[in-house]
Nanobody, 115 residues
Framework: QVQLVEFGGGLVQPGGSLRLSCVAS????????MAWYRQAPGKQRDLVATITGDGRTNYANSVKGRFTISRDNAKNTVYLQMNSLKPEDTFVYYCYANYRALSYWGQGTQVTVST
């Protein structure tokens, strides 16, 4: 069982930046592909960005050029740097870990972009 704990959500003004962090409780973090998802109340959870164990990344079109996913395998941590935030980026953001048939979710962290 892997526990994922997210940090860094909050309230930010449009055009601002936030960095989310997700720490995993595993000694073999590097084998997991990691991702960030986001979800609005009553809506489906949508993929934001992914990063493989060896650092290959992929992004949803809506965040390309604004968000950057990265990882530090020595710290068991994946990050999501979010720049040029818009009100439509307001969601609960979830960290996700996957290795073969194993998958885990964090508890989520609220990001609100508003004046």
């Amino acid at each position: 069982q892997v526990q994922l704990v997210e940090f860094g959500g909050g309230l930010v003004q449009p055009g601002g930046s936030l960095r989310l962090s997700c720490v995993a409780s595993t000694k073999i973090f590097s084998i997991y592909d990691m991702a960030w998802y986001r979800q609005a109340p009553g809506k489906q959870r949508d993929l934001v960005a992914t990063i493989t164990g060896d650092g290959r990344t992929n992004y949803a079109n809506s965040v390309k050029g604004r968000f950057t996913i990265s990882r530090d395998n020595a710290k068991n941590t994946v990050y999501l740097q979010m720049n040029s935030l818009k009100p439509e980026d307001t969601f609960v953001y979830y960290c996700y870990a996957n290795y073969r048939a194993l998958s885990y979710w964090g508890q989520g962290t609220q990001v609100t972009v508003s004046t």
